[in-house]
């Protein structure tokens, strides 16, 4: 445990400072009678708070904002972002605010973030709060993706306010205390550009730059590199993100970060029998964030991205074009390797196995895998055990079994590594139906199944005795299973 005094721990206002036409002091709502639902220890440590003070009263006050240092500068942070597809000039933090950054042991600042906060100058038509549920669920499921190696915004805390609010029924209100490289979104670049204040724009990108990709900072047009250095991030991300079945659910330009890290999670899902056209979110009734349309996306919201950087990448506008032109191409291509590299893996291929040989073994099983609408992640992590001789389960839950029969013979010539596979294919997933009933609970007043649930996430490759429920598919009884964004 850390014995660092928590008066020690300076915010940092760095972007307070810096962009005061992108943040607007505010302060959080006052929270009648707070009680501390989740702390995470490892990362409370990691960022030098001592745990033991943080589920003090004070330190409760200051996981919501309402005790902080002298020098701290909460803000309201405002961005623009395409929802859907549809512009708006003004979102920003309806009911979020950043704290300040905190440096870590290795020198990189993180923000310290809260959400739920209360009302801001940016919340339209919104209460500012948020209920326990999804707070709950943004915590479980972000902590699930860092344990799965997938870059992710973390989760401190949640802290019940003690307040209620008004949804569809009235819940429980809670503040989630979030932990991000950084909260500059491809809406921020949009909201900068929008201004006309081009030197705001320099600022803005210089900011991004030194913070997420610095090595930019000594290109011959750093402004192109900063381009390139998101698409790349973006890439990886939604590459990891569809290896594992996961589902965003509402990639709106606000909700994508120029740092690559996953943000917002409100109605996400991880899939469970696979399906290519899969959406949870009740909002999404085109099935536009849809699971194998994220890459598509992916790639629409960069162009935005693109768009907004144009006037740093080129004096002239057509020169401008081609050259973000040229770098969005960029982003099929690093995708693609990315996600084919992660499949290889998934089925104990070795790395410099020819792409001729790989890509049929991967294209055809997951063929079999779709027309089973077998349950994705059991599936790979049961491949290991056909790897190692039992083919079993996964035989049982294919149709075409004469197809798997053939497939597997060409598969094992290959000799697939099943210590390797069990390495990147998870046997414990933030399941809906686990998520569902967890959530439920506490918000009955039990965190009991959280804490049993996060437990399982938090180490996700090794099997452990006693946690099967946590790694069997739903039962046929749940679903179809929808999400909401929980405003
Ligand atoms: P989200 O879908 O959570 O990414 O939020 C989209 C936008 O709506 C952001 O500008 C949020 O700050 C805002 N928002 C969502 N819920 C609320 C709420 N309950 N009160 C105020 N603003 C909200
Ligand atoms: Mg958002």
């Known amino acids: 445990m850390s014995d660092i005094a928590p008066s020690t721990i300076a915010f940092e206002g760095h ?6 036409e992108l943040a607007v002091p505010w302060r959080a709502e006052e929270a009648p009678d707070p009680r501390l639902l989740l702390v995470n220890e490892p990362l409370a440590v990691e960022l030098g708070f001592d745990p033991g003070f943080l589920r003090s009263p004070e330190g409760l006050r200051l996981l919501i904002g309402n005790a902080l240092p002298e020098d701290a500068t909460p803000v309201a942070q405002g961005y623009s972002g395409h929802q859907f597809g549809f512009y708006s000039p003004r979102l920003g933090d309806g009911r979020a605010l950043l ?9 990189k600042f993180r923000d310290i973030h809260l959400k739920g906060s209360g009302r801001t100058p940016f919340a339209r038509n919104g209460d500012g709060r948020a209920a326990v549920g999804p707070m709950l669920r943004e915590y479980i499921v972000s902590e699930s993706m860092h344990a799965l190696h997938i870059p992710t915004t973390r ?3 949640v802290v019940a306010t003690g307040r209620s609010v008004q949804r569809e029924t009235v819940l429980p209100g809670a503040v989630l205390t979030r932990v991000a490289g950084s909260h500059i979104r491809v809406g921020s670049f949009q909201y900068a550009r929008a201004s006309n204040d081009i030197e705001l724009l320099r600022r803005l990108a210089d900011h991004a730059i030194e913070r997420h990709h610095p090595s930019s900072s000594t290109e011959v047009n750093p402004y192109l590199a900063l381009l390139k250095g998101v698409i790349a991030v973006q890439a990886r991300l939604v590459a990891q993100w ?9 990639m709106n330009t606000d909700n994508m970060t120029v740092s690559g890290e996953t943000i917002d999670y409100g109605p996400c899902a991880f899939m469970d029998g696979f399906d290519p056209v899969a959406v949870y979110s009740s909002i999404d009734e085109q099935g536009r964030y849809a699971y194998r349309n994220q890459p598509v996306v992916a790639e629409w919201n960069l162009a935005r991205f ?10 002239d506008e057509e020169q401008a074009v081609a050259l973000a032109v040229e770098a969005l191409g960029g982003f099929r291509q690093q995708y693609s390797a990315a996600w084919f590299a992660g499949m290889r893996a998934k089925l104990g ?3 410099g196995m020819d792409d001729a040989v790989a890509s049929p073994l991967v294209d055809d099983l997951l063929k079999l895998v779709q027309e089973a609408r077998a349950d994705y992640t059991s599936f790979f992590r049961n491949l290991g055990k056909a790897a190692r001789g039992n083919a079993e389960p996964v035989r049982g839950v294919l149709l075409d079994l004469p197809a798997f029969d053939d497939w597997l013979e060409r598969w094992r010539a290959r000799n697939p590594d099943a210590d390797a596979m069990d390495r990147v294919n998870p046997v414990y997933i933030p399941r809906n139906h686990l998520v569902e009933e967890a959530l439920a609970a506490a918000t009955n007043g039990d965190i009991g199944p959280t804490a049993e649930l996060l437990e399982a996430l938090s180490s996700p490759y090794v099997e452990r005795p006693g946690l099967d429920r946590f790694a069997d598919p739903a039962p046929e009884s749940f679903g179809p ?4 964004c929980g405003t």
């Open 99 to 107: 704290l300040g950054e905190i440096a870590g042991a290795d020198g």
């Open 349 to 351: 291929l070795p790395e």
């Open 306 to 315: 693109a768009e907004s950087l144009a006037p740093l990448i080129h004096d």
């Open 15 to 20: 972007f307070a400072r810096e962009f005061p």
């Open 481 to 484: 299973y929808r999400t909401f």
């Open 242 to 250: 569809m290896l594992v079945g996961f589902v965003h659910g509402v």
């Open 155 to 157: 989760s401190l805390a």
